[in-house]
């Protein structure tokens, strides 16, 4: 956005997973936000501090503040309860009370919030989109160019959490046919450690992170099945365009992942023993590819009725005007965090 200013705010440590603000932060936040004067404030929440103060910058601005809490989560209804994850939804429950409204995935994430006492009407379901337009079925020569009849893809970082290491390890053991390959699509901490017991010799393909979105585009378009084992998620941007791909799709039932995939979209794997399940469904797409093909016609048409790009920005929309709508009271902030940021 050319003609949108941005700002940068201080920080000690940042990462995919929290982010650790330096001192003065919240200063350099609070006199951004009286300067560019929003109508409204969506924050995006990243296991910072900065989140448990945002309430009180914003109250003291007279701003509308809405949140979009995405930490990832482990799976459904007791699987979800009993998750080392409950421990970020318990510990940013109490301050989600004080945001106009906080957007979540899905409806396990809602359930689970307003049991930790966010209040029902403040928790709105919106799924992530994928512009469907661009994700879609097309020509791909990546079959070619590794020789391959069947093409296997992960695309994701290499982090334990995605648990790359039991699907390799599932192909590996699976003794695939020559002609299949696995394409790993992305970059991460565990790769050193897996890279050199899982490569050509068994048609393993450590491609790296690929910047250029067209080379991600051909990888999905010649592409039989994508494969999701994560242990955690929130809800997957790269399952979803997947599926725009018309791509059968496995992915395990965590986040929103198995919600998205539930009543015949995709495979649901479950958390127990991936690599175990994968070591039997690997050979079965490889030798019966019709069933790749029904299954991608099915998560295509799953991601046009509900997760599209479109979608989710008019859903945002209507949203926003909701809560620019609605009296802004001066309330008092139910709990405070008091810090030196």
């Known amino acids: 956005w050319p003609d949108c200013p941005e700002v940068s705010l201080p920080f000690l440590y940042r990462s995919q997973v929290y982010t650790i603000p330096a001192l003065g932060a919240a200063k350099v936040l609070t006199h951004s936000l009286r300067q560019l004067q929003p109508d409204l404030v969506h ?22 503040l809405i949140a979009t809490f995405h930490t990832p989560y482990a799976g ?14 318990q510990l940013y429950a109490p301050f989600l009370v004080n945001y106009h409204r906080v957007i979540v995935f899905s409806e396990v994430q809602r359930e689970l919030l307003v049991k930790l006492g966010v209040p029902a009407a403040n928790v709105a379901v919106i799924p992530n989109g994928v512009d469907v337009q661009k994700y879609c079925p097309g020509a791909s020569n990546i079959k070619e160019e590794f020789q391959a009849e069947r093409i296997f893809v992960y695309q994701g970082r290499i982090a334990a959490e995605k648990n790359v290491e039991a699907l390799v390890r599932a192909w590996k053991q699976a003794d ?17 450690s897996l890279k050199p017991f899982y490569g050509l010799e068994y048609g393993i393909h450590w491609l790296g992170f690929v910047a250029d979105e067209n080379r991600r585009l051909e990888v999905l378009r010649g592409a039989d099945v994508f494969i999701l084992p994560s242990l955690v998620e929130g809800l997957s941007i790269s399952l979803l365009e997947a599926m725009a791909c018309g791509i059968a799709c496995l992915a395990t039932d965590v986040g929103a992942d198995g919600e998205v995939l539930e009543k015949g979209a995709g495979v649901v794997l479950t958390t127990k023993r991936i690599a175990s399940q994968l070591l039997t469904l690997l050979p079965l ?18 991601v046009l009725e509900r997760y599209t790009l479109s979608r989710n920005i008019t859903e945002l929309e209507r949203l926003y005007q909701q809560v620019l709508e609605q009296p802004q009271s001066s309330g008092v902030i139910t709990s405070r965090f008091k810090a030196g940021f």
């Open 43 to 64: 924050a995006s929440l990243t296991l910072s501090p900065l989140d448990f103060l945002l309430p009180e910058i914003c109250e003291e601005l007279n701003l509308p």
């Open 285 to 302: 797409f490889q030798d019966h590819p019709e069933w790749a093909t029904m299954l991608g016609q099915k998560a295509r048409q799953r």
């Open 76 to 89: 459904k209804g007791a699987k979800l309860v009993s998750g080392t994850q409950l421990l970020a939804y």
């Open 176 to 192: 695939m046919h020559p002609s299949s390959k696995l394409l790993i699509v992305g970059d991460g901490p565990v790769t050193a």
